[in-house]
């Protein structure tokens, strides 16, 4: 979903998100290095690159659960090290490898979430959240036992319990059939375009990345080795494709060389 | 206000899981109220062999009560942690705005909530089935379930850290906390039985002073109040350590990344 009819920002409110210079090693290994980005409202920025680029790594960081080596992240300004709770109440994530709690039901790992967000009248945003997931009739199912699918709409349900400022999406639709990728991704964007949320976000299918972003970055190796509009930037280096660049990118980053004239 | 709410979602979520759960509704009391009917039997029989008029419902009924209350208090903080490790929660947890001391008052509410209801079904077998009458203790009863409370927050903040830290398998480590140290927190006799070495540890343990000052007072001494004071103390001392221990375990999982990877148990 092109989400071109956004507002443009106002340079004088905070970024959504700014990742200054961000570091993180592992003793001799360097996992992040000096990687640097914004996220306006109303933007859907694409975090790409191949397995091991540090993307990952780099939406711990946002979400406080790892320390950065150096560099700073701030969420509408503030910075996550010195205002954690501040931030992080502004913020959420869905991710595929942390699905919600299975012991428990979707209405009560929702409310458990929504407690721990601090969200007004928990038991209204709850009914809200499953009808325009479309899992009302899972209210009260055990979330283990559902499809990865119904898995993953609970976990965006989660993911937007707070209303977040800051949406950040781990490969959202990784183990959804093509029909049901389409309809999270334009649930997705249609949260984002009503709420103002600017929204980071990993994939691995680069049509899905072209549909919902409007600019990417191309992590390799813990770097950002491309940035730009994922409409025009394959052109740009030559490619044809958004695959295609991912490709270059993946088995030969060094020989990528710069934009083509 | 948040706060509160922060720590009362960490007891809402283990009482859905309770309420939905007989595996975790039974442990609350089963054992515990096998603990009362065993040993009331015991205490009845040796009643009957016992030379002189020696009392041993309070003596040693009394005693198991009151350990098994301790170790309840104990388990219900770290069961409701590892509820967060058995889900595989710590990701989604931890990236919400609950701070962890907040997390640990969850852990502390959950295990007011289940060691109540351990001690309820506990006192009330222990009365009807077996005549132990709790006046015997007078007003040091109070001191005496306070300490072992403290002492059981603390040494489950302890554990949990030392799971947090050594990963998912750590788990065993939990579990035997109590019987290890039971021989020295001289439950069922005097301290002057142990070793001086035994002693020695002994006098670090908030628990003794109890089982101690139980004995002297069902043998009609004094109740030793600034040996109970001395045991809170100490029992606090125990909290706020085991508390800054689980904070730097917590900081240390944060800078390596055990957090958001907690099932690899280590990254070195």
């Known amino acids: 979903m092109a989400l071109d009819s956004r507002p443009v920002q106002e340079p004088s409110i905070p970024k959504v998100l700014s990742v200054t210079d961000l570091h993180k090693t592992y003793g001799q290994t360097v996992a992040v290095d000096g990687v640097s980005f914004e996220v306006g409202r109303n933007q859907i920025v694409g975090l790409l690159g191949p397995n091991g680029a540090g993307k990952t790594t780099i939406i711990n960081m946002i979400l406080g659960v790892l320390k950065p080596t150096a560099g700073t992240i701030r969420v509408e300004g503030l910075d996550i090290a010195r205002h954690r709770r501040q931030t992080l109440e502004r913020t959420n994530f869905a991710a595929v490898y942390t699905p919600l709690p299975g012991n428990l039901t979707v209405y009560q790992n929702l409310r458990f979430f929504g407690m721990l967000y601090g969200v007004n009248d928990p038991s209204q945003r709850i009914t809200e959240l499953l009808a325009q997931f479309d899992i009302e009739r899972f209210r009260h199912t055990k979330c283990g036992v559902l499809s990865s699918g119904e898995q993953t709409r609970a976990g965006l349900a989660k993911a937007l319990l707070n209303r977040p400022h800051l949406l950040l999406l781990d490969e959202p639709t990784a183990s959804l059939d093509p029909a049901a990728a389409m309809d999270i991704r334009q649930r997705i964007c249609e949260f984002a375009a009503q709420e103002a949320v600017g929204v980071l976000w990993t994939s691995h299918n680069m049509y899905e990345v072209e549909k919902v972003c409007d600019r990417v970055l191309f992590l390799s190796h813990g770097k950002t080795l491309l940035e730009g509009n994922p409409k025009t930037l394959p052109r740009e280096y030559g490619k044809q494709t958004l695959e295609e660049l991912f490709i270059a990118v993946a088995r030969e980053p060094l020989t990528l060389g710069g934009p083509v004239a | ?268």
């Open chain 2, 1 to 268: 206000m948040k706060p509160l709410r922060r720590m009362a979602a960490i007891l809402l979520r283990q009482f859905y899981l309770i309420r939905g759960s007989p595996a975790r509704l039974l442990p609350l009391f089963v054992w515990a109220a096998v603990d009362i009917v065993l040993w009331g039997f015991i205490t009845r029989y040796l009643q009957t062999i016992a030379p002189s008029g020696f009392n041993f419902t309070p003596a040693l009924l009394g005693a198991v009560l009151f350990w098994d209350f301790f170790t309840r208090v104990m388990f219900g903080v770290t069961t409701t942690f590892l509820e967060d490790v058995w889900s595989r929660n710590f990701l989604n947890l931890f990236a919400t705005p609950l701070s962890i001391w907040e997390y640990l008052s969850g852990l502390v509410l959950s295990s007011i909530a289940t060691s109540t209801v351990g001690l309820v079904v506990m006192l009330a077998l222990a009365m009807i089935a077996f005549g132990l009458s709790f006046f015997v203790y007078g007003l040091a009863l109070i001191p005496f379930l306070l300490v072992l409370f403290l002492f059981g927050i603390a040494l489950g903040v302890f554990a949990v850290g030392a799971v947090l830290r050594y990963g998912p398998a750590a788990e065993w480590f939990v579990w035997p906390i109590p019987a290890v140290l039971s021989p020295f927190a001289a439950v069922f006799y005097p301290l002057s039985t142990l070793p001086g070495w035994m002693q020695h540890v002994s006098h670090l343990l908030p628990p003794s002073y109890v089982f101690e000052s139980m004995r002297t007072i069902l043998a009609g001494g004094p109740v030793s109040w600034p040996g109970l004071l001395w045991s809170i103390s100490l029992a606090v001392l125990y909290i706020l350590l085991a508390g800054w221990f689980f904070a730097r375990i917590y900081h240390r999982a944060i800078r390596t990344g055990l957090i958001a990877r907690y099932s690899a148990e280590t990254l070195s």
